[in-house]
């Protein structure tokens, strides 16, 4: 472990804690009313009243209750700050280590980048080898509200907030009983979603303390594909036949609907190597019953698609939605053991299961006879239809003299079944400590352990055994005529191999005409596990050593040690790559950091002419990993509010992320890739500047007449983590304003405009794009894409190279957030009230760029996923126990790509803009209003997704909703 930094510890040893819990940024209401004393997300500074220069959108129990959600990851991503490629437990299009995870991804800079915190404490990450909090295990029961502050928030929580932090605060103190349920479904009938949740707090000891515990249940179903036309449809991109030519003002490529992949099915497809060609005429087909049969082509759109014919129907294997069952127990205590100092205890258990269904296993162009080096299947296997005049024809005319049959083979195995995942992740979190008041310069304190573990199994069913399944398909018949396996038949004994002793034939030629005994053979469930472990001291105080004229100084320090550790454990199938889905390597790792950090808020002027308020604060934390050496970050803010209705902020700051677990510590492992050699002679003239890439391999050594002796031979390629990984740093620019007109009481209006840029950002790059790099983008080939590539210094060919995280890319965003708060009586409250809120976002630049080079930048403001402007606007109309709310999600246009945005390419170029409606009826009733029913409809006109934003797996529900319209009712009984 690496040198503490003793400057940290010398500084903040001995200081004790607070993390004292957020109140929400009160819009709609005069902040010079409010006195209480508040902390902000995205400081930990204590500040009378509700000001503050750091911009936060909050949403109240009340907003996520009008939302009719029963997880908060669909609320709180529907926040236009949050990327719109989000992730949440019901979409079908992620990757295996996150299924069943709902994640934040702030700014669209990804997950990893976003910190999740919980009443402004850390939370144990769900993904292996990151720190991404799953949203699952947070229970919206005892939210209180939620917090976003974009940009600089690093200060205050450390890493992984470079582009800002999600706070959920929760109750706290809470008496009674409160039970709320809900029940909804589609229009279609399916997607169920059942709600239930029971919260009870008791006061005791004279209300010195306080226990409350909390239950949810809730369990949603799936919704098939082949239910909703944005999958069945099956649109795809293909060739316009229209198309004459470049700048003929026709578009190349148009969407067509009924699109299948046109070189597989359910039932085999044959291509003669010899005669045919992949298209009309050149592929042969199996029956369900293995009969020889022609195969429809379809009419060819481009790529490996056909409208039409008898190719694979991609929406047979899609889910809309995956299925999500989740508990969640969560229980709290506090006791004041004298008025000024308290004890508090924080535990929870949440368990989270999902199930995600892939396509099935399958073989595509693999060789029926002929090279046995990929799949092999031979000419004498007995489930071949020979006799059948026409197969036999067809084998014939597709024979090499002296070779023999030469007949390619693909197939998707849907008989074997279809691949599913299921996902069970458990996770307990404890917090325990103290806080409290100190008898000296108004200080108070906060000093707390915590510890967070999350326990996952993930079951990957009907993936296969890739050598038992070459060997059963591997038929040939005994001396009697039954079917065998060739290498059972061959050893003609036990060998002692049990893949080879318990072979059982295989026949994949028609529909499932095989022996359930060799599908159980050939078939592996895959079994992994793993787990995430955090722990937390933390300790800090926070108080006001003394006045200004303008006003009382406050300050916040404090210091907090923390332990992650990762682990994971795939199948021995998975380590070995005997599987379908190649080779997973284990994970295992750790890292600690020790951090000190202080805030100070400085008034500079108050009730002065042009100067009402105005407020400086500067803060730093100093961080010392035993991964990445020393690391540190700060903010600097000004508050100025030149009269009573009008207030602006601005801050810049500089914040860092360590690298992960994964990125530092994956297992290495070995792999081969072909990778052209820029430096051979025949490839040196043909980069983007053949100067700069001739001079580059001439200080690499290589001689000009280099020929790659190893030009068709694979190279050693490295993969996995970078234990040499350094930070990332970004940079933000906040400026904005708060108007609130004294003549509207009930009016807030906030604009603030950000930017972020993120430098040494972690990339993996390929090994061909690695390679060519090295030479053509830098004047030299001191740059990390040359140390990543080794030479033989003997020939100069390239032996290896290593494809690694890097630290070469950059990330930039920049854009203006704005929201608006109103609220109306009507008659003076006679005829009812209107409450008002739009929030909305304005992306102005999403800049992704890989490798640092400016020439390579990924332009993506404007594109699907990330549109130029979004928006929510929320009114609810409130007249004694009935209240109707109103809620309209916007979202811009957007384009595939606004750097190649020609009428040329595609048509359409994108899609339009996007608006959803949802509607809420509410009526309280009971002693005090206190129950409450309600009857919603999300998604009220039922609007579809765009025709062509089904991806190839499914279609991302943060991106648009493929459900349709969906009705919920509820009740919330209080007690």
């Keep these: 472990m690496r040198h503490r930094n003793s400057i940290v510890t010398a500084l903040f040893a001995g200081l004790c804690v607070t993390n004292l819990p957020a109140v929400a940024q009160q819009t709609g209401e005069d902040a010079s009313a409010d006195l209480e004393e508040i902390v902000v997300t ?26 009719g959600s029963t997880n908060l990851v669909y609320i709180v991503n529907e926040l236009p700050a949050l990327g719109q490629n989000g992730a949440d437990a019901r979409n079908n299009f992620r990757g295996q280590s996150e299924i069943g995870t709902s994640l934040l991804n702030l700014r669209s800079l990804g997950a990893n980048r976003t910190l999740v915190v919980v009443n402004g404490r850390r939370h144990v990450g769900s993904v292996s080898g990151q720190s991404a909090v799953d949203i699952n295990t947070i229970p919206s029961a005892l939210i209180e509200r939620v917090e976003v502050s974009t940009g600089g928030a690093s200060v205050a929580y450390g890493a992984d907030a470079v582009t800002g932090v999600v706070n959920f605060v929760l109750k706290d103190n809470f008496e009674g009983l409160r039970v709320d349920a809900r029940t909804g479904a589609s229009e279609e009938g399916d997607g169920e979603n ?27 179903e799936s919704i098939r594909g082949t239910d909703r036309d944005v999958v069945a449809r099956n649109t795809f991109f293909g060739i316009n036949p229209a198309d004459t030519g470049p700048d003929d003002g026709i578009p190349a490529r ?22 045919g060609s992949i298209g009309p005429g050149g592929l042969a087909a199996f029956d369900a019953a293995g009969n020889f049969v022609p195969f429809d082509f379809g009419t060819p759109i481009g790529g490996s698609f056909s409208q039409g014919g008898d190719g694979f129907d991609l929406a047979e294997v899609i889910q809309i939605q995956n299925p999500v069952e989740r508990v969640l127990v969560d229980g709290r205590a506090s006791f004041n053991f004298s008025p000024e100092h308290r004890y508090f205890l924080e535990a929870k258990f949440a368990r989270v299961e999902a199930t995600n269904t892939d396509q099935p296993t399958g073989d595509f162009f693999a060789f029926l006879d002929g090279d046995r ?15 059948d005049p026409e197969f036999d024809a067809f084998f014939a005319t597709n024979t090499i003299p002296g070779v023999g049959p030469l007949v390619l083979y693909s197939r998707f195995h849907s008989d074997l079944g279809l691949r599913q995942t299921n996902a069970e992740r458990d996770l307990i979190r404890v917090a325990t400590g103290f806080d409290g008041q100190l008898p000296w310069l108004d200080t108070r304190y906060e000093v707390y352990a915590q510890y967070g573990r999350t326990d996952f199994e993930v079951t990957q ?63 592996a469930d895959l079994q992994e596990e793993g787990k995430l472990e955090q722990s937390v001291f933390s300790a800090a105080l926070t108080g006001v050593p003394f006045a200004l004229p303008a006003g009382d100084v406050s300050y916040a320090a404090g210091i907090e040690w923390r332990r992650e550790e990762s682990e994971f454990r795939p199948d021995p199938l998975q380590i070995s790559g005997n599987n379908f889905d190649g080779q997973t390597p284990p994970l295992s790792g750790d890292y600690e950091v020790f951090e000190g950090y202080f805030e100070v808020l400085l008034p500079l002027l108050a009730e002065q002419p042009f100067a009402r308020t105005l407020n400086l604060e500067f803060g730093a934390r100093a961080s010392d990993y035993d991964t990445v050496g020393n690391t540190g970050a700060w903010r600097v803010n ?85 234990p040499d990984l350094a930070e990332e740093t970004a940079e933000s620019l906040t400026i904005g304003a708060v108007f609130t007109p004294t003549s509207l009481p009930a009016l807030t209006v906030t604009v603030d405009y950000f930017d972020i840029e993120i430098e040494d950002a972690v990339f993996v790059e390929s090994a061909g794009a690695i390679v060519s790099k090295c030479v053509d983008l830098f004047e030299t080939v001191d740059n990390d894409f040359c140390a990543a590539v080794t030479r033989d210094p003997t020939t100069s060919a390239i032996s290896s190279v290593r494809a690694l995280p890097l630290n070469i890319g950059a990330l930039e965003v920049s854009g203006v957030d704005f929201e608006m708060v109103y609220g109306l009586s009507l008659g003076d409250g006679a ?89 809420q009826l509410r009526y309280r009733f009971g002693n005090e209003s206190r129950h409450s029913g309600y009857l919603g409809i999300n998604n009220v006109f039922n609007r579809e997704p765009p025709r062509g934003s089904r991806q190839q797996t499914g279609v991302q529900n943060t991106l648009y909703d493929p459900v349709g319209r969906y009705f919920y009712l509820g009740a919330s009984l209080s007690f």
């Design 254 to 275: 148009i969407l067509f609907d009924d699109a299948l992949i046109n070189v597989t099915n359910t039932t085999g497809v044959l291509f003669g190597a010899v005669t």
């Design 42 to 67: 995205g400081s930990r500074l204590v500040r009378p009243g509700a000001e503050s220069p750091i911009p936060v959108t909050a949403l109240d129990a009340a907003e996520i209750d009008l939302s």
């Design 194 to 220: 059942i709600y239930f949740s029971a919260t009870g707090g008791r006061n005791f000891a004279n209300a010195r303390g306080n226990v409350t515990l909390s239950v949810t249940y809730d369990e949603l």
């Design 461 to 523: 069913r009907n993936n296969r055994n890739s050598r038992r399944f070459a060997l059963a398909v591997d038929a040939v018949t005994d001396t009697s005529g039954a079917p065998v396996c060739r290498a059972t038949r061959d050893a003609g004994g036990p060998t002692g191999d049990a893949d080879i002793d318990e072979c059982l034939p295989l026949n994949i030629f028609g529909f499932g005409n095989f022996d359930p005994a060799a599908r159980d053979y050939v078939l």
């Design 831 to 919: 005829l009812g009230d209107l409450d008002i809120r739009l929030l909305g976002t304005w992306l102005d630049k999403l800049d992704v760029i890989p490798s640092g080079d400016p020439a390579e930048i990924d332009r993506d403001a404007g594109e699907v996923g990330a549109p130029e402007w979004r928006a929510n606007l929320s009114a609810t109309y409130s007249r004694g126990p009935l209240s109707v709310n109103w809620r309209l999600r916007w979202t811009d246009a957007s384009q595939f790509d606004v750097q190649d945005n020609d009428a040329e390419n595609t048509n359409p170029a994108g899609f339009g803009s996007f608006v959803m409606n949802d509607a």
């Design 373 to 387: 080096s990929s799949f092999f299947l031979s000419a004498d296997n007995p489930y071949l239809p020979f006799g």
């Design 638 to 722: 000004l508050e100025w509010a030149p009269v009573r209705d009008l207030r602006f902020r601005a801050g810049v700051a500089e914040a860092v992320r360590a690298p992960n677990i994964g990125e530092l510590f994956q297992q290495q492992d070995q792999t081969f890739a072909g990778v052209a050699d820029p430096c051979d002679q025949d490839n040196v003239s043909l980069g983007p500047d053949p100067s700069r890439r001739a001079a580059n391999c001439a200080a690499l050594g290589v001689p000009t007449d280099f020929d790659d002796p190893l030009a068709s031979v694979t190279k050693l390629v490295l993969t996995g983590g970078n």
